[in-house]
């Protein structure tokens, strides 16, 4: 199998990176301290059509792919994880369902100002209650007089309340369609309450919220897909957004190997530079190992689903092991850096925050473990 980059996947991953380098990263640390949302690098990001990447020409994409759209995360993930997860939530997690499952003429209302970047969409699926158990939802939605009913609430969702959020897309209970049903609520619709933003230990720049449905209607033809099939659509667009969420990973590992080659290669201690200790020597050459395995688990995936392969699984492992891959780079990028990188004067750092939840949101560790050994056979899988 070739996975080598085409010369226009490459010109594409060097233009992002370019814009990662000039744009995202001089700013990223303020954005962080400030736990600002970064509405204007968004904007910028959607005029180089960075939220189109997957999706084709004919409804205002760029006719690119998976593995493009993970090239773009890479790059943004190595300095920000907060504009990479805005990013990967508006495509994966919103415009990617509307796009699958959308009729045309919900394609023609909503998913034109998403794959531009000129508006937002959120997914709203996780709630107070629970959170791997996706199947056990409170929030219910039920038909009464031509219109949706939407009651609950929801937990962490990302891109819900920034000032260009446009829809959200609900996941409820549908007790009458016999299982769960996934809705379109434009943003400001009535009983829609967007509460006060997360205090997070990382992705502190990204937008997060809790929401309310109280009494919540919006028109019957809001349905996204068909009636009491959206765990199964929920469930493709996860296994999309493992990869992405891996691509990320990738990215934050990478800045963790880059701070660090540079940091042992200045810092100087007994008279040398630390890089010359092969205590240390080892530690890098250790991060380096796990990027490059944890860029083609990523890479890997991401061809096959963009062949029309079966891909959930390998789904499962890029996400698993580019997020935990993520995590021990953080950990031993503080180190390399001792008491430098118990501070914020140093972006390992904030890598070390951000990392944390690569391994719990869209699946957490555990939850791609069982998957994992579901697809291997193993008996007790399947929960009830």
């Known amino acids: 199998m070739d996975l080598s980059l085409s010369e226009e996947q490459r010109a594409f991953r060097d233009l992002v990176r370019a814009f990662a380098e000039e744009v995202v990263a001089p700013q990223a640390a303020a954005f962080d301290e400030r736990e600002e949302f970064p509405l204007e690098t968004i904007r910028r990001m959607g005029h180089l059509g960075l939220f189109g990447i997957p999706f084709p020409e004919d409804v205002g994409g760029q006719g690119g792919d998976l593995l493009m759209l993970c090239l773009a995360l890479e790059e943004i993930g190595r300095y920000d994880s907060s504009v990479a997860i805005t990013l990967e939530a508006a495509v994966g997690l919103a415009a990617n369902p509307l796009f699958r499952f959308g009729t045309d003429e919900q394609k023609d209302r909503w998913l034109g100002p998403l794959v531009r970047g000129e508006g937002l969409g959120a997914f709203a699926l996780t709630e107070p209650g629970g959170g791997s158990d996706a199947r056990t939802l409170s929030t219910t939605a039920r038909l009464e007089g031509g219109e949706w009913v939407i009651d609950g609430s929801k937990a962490f969702i990302t ?142 995936a991401a061809a096959l689903r963009d062949r029309g392969e079966p891909f959930a699984t390998e789904a499962s492992i890029a996400k698993l092991f580019a997020s935990e891959t993520a995590v021990t780079c953080a950990r031993d990028a503080v180190q390399v850096h001792g008491g430098y990188g118990f501070t914020e004067d140093f972006p390992v750092g904030r890598f070390y925050r951000d990392a944390k939840a690569l391994e719990i949101g869209e699946g957490t560790s555990e939850i791609q473990r069982l998957l994992i050994a579901r697809a291997l056979g193993l008996p007790g899988t399947h929960l009830s």
């Open 159 to 300: 891109n819900s309340g920034t000032p260009i959020t446009s829809l959200v897309i609900v996941a409820a209970r549908d007790d009458e369609g016999g299982g769960t049903s996934t809705i379109v609520v434009p943003a400001g619709t009535a009983g829609l309450t967007v509460g006060p933003s997360y205090r997070k230990v990382g992705w502190r720049a990204s937008d997060t919220h809790e929401l309310a449905f109280d009494d919540v209607r919006v028109p019957e033809d809001h349905l996204l897909g068909q009636r009491g099939r959206g765990y199964a659509q929920f469930l493709e667009t996860l296994a999309d957004g493992r990869v992405a969420i891996g691509a990320m990973s990738v990215g934050v590992a990478r800045g963790c190997l880059e701070e660090s080659l540079r940091y042992a290669t200045e810092r100087e201690a007994f008279g040398r530079p630390i890089g010359s200790f092969e205590a240390l020597q080892f530690t890098i050459a250790d991060m380096k190992v796990g990027v490059d395995l944890a860029r083609l688990s990523v890479w890997n």
